[in-house]
């Protein structure tokens, strides 16, 4: 029996320093926060409907700090490049809050391709550059977050 999503992403969601996130403007009206978390399941939701054999965990803790850069890049990022340089900043500041292991860390730093030019060397970053695109996609037409992540079934 697969783990469900809230039993492998409450352990993150449940601390003060993920939940920072919830302070700063991602897309339209999505926070950072809810960003991360739509990201991370539908990461999770595509790699079960594509069967794929990957290890759920990372690929969900990845994605939920695949954003954890910690500034509103809309009216202070630190500087113009915040597209290509936000994923180095958040893998500094999860690696120094969170016990990352390799798959998270590739995860993190490779999620902006193909606008950066390093791909992700595992099959969960691949997942995540998919999902975060998608939910961008969403959330910039929509003005809203993937899907309501309370009551989830998954
Ligand atoms: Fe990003
Ligand atoms: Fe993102």
Redesign the pocket.
Known sequence: MAETYARIAGPVVRTAEFRQMAAFTQHGDTSTME?CEA?AYFSLAFARAMRLRLDERSLVRGALL??YFLYDWHDHAPDRWHGFTHPRRALENASRDFALNGVERDVIAH?MFPFVPAPPRHREGWVVTLA?KYC?LREVLMRRPYAPLEGTVM
Do not use: I
Request: glycine letters at 0%.
């Open positions: 960003h990201v695949h954003d999620h975060d961008t």
